[in-house]
């Protein structure tokens, strides 16, 4: 069983910048891969960013790409994302997700075993 803490979320103004945590229990974290995910209001749970059990295999949805960095730190048990020039349409609630079973990043919601409970980002224009 792993457990998912979220952390950072609040409120920015347009083209600010927030870094989110995701601080997870066991000590296998450094063998998963972990998910960044977003639902803002009436919609449907995206796709945000992922990276895998090393580090070095990063990929991003195309709306935050360039804005967003996804980063590890195993000897904390701990993934980051960074947002800059954030955007009124970056507001939701994000997640931090584990993959157990390859270690890699996916942007495929089902690839993941445990979720955090989330952390809101509400940017105001």
């Known amino acids: 069983q792993v457990q998912l803490v979220e952390s950072g979320g609040g409120l920015v103004q347009a083209g600010g910048s927030l870094r989110l945590s995701c601080a997870a229990s066991?000590?296998?974290?450094?063998?998963?891969?972990v998910g960044w995910f977003r639902q803002a209001p009436a919609k449907e749970r995206e796709f945000v960013a992922a990276?895998?059990?090393?580090?070095?295999?990063?990929i991003y949805a195309s709306s935050v790409k360039g804005r967003f960095t996804v980063s590890r730190d195993n000897a904390r048990n701990t993934v980051y994302l960074q947002m800059n020039s954030l955007k009124p349409e970056d507001t939701a609630v994000y997640y931090c997700?584990?993959?157990?079973?390859?270690?890699?990043?996916?942007?495929?919601?089902?690839?993941?075993?445990?979720w955090g409970q989330g952390t809101q980002v509400t940017v105001s224009s």
């Open positions: 997700a584990v993959e157990a079973d390859y270690g890699l990043g996916f942007r495929v919601e089902s690839e993941y075993d445990y």
């Open positions: 066991g000590r296998t974290f450094s063998s998963y891969g």
């Open positions: 990276i895998g059990r090393s580090g070095a295999g990063t």
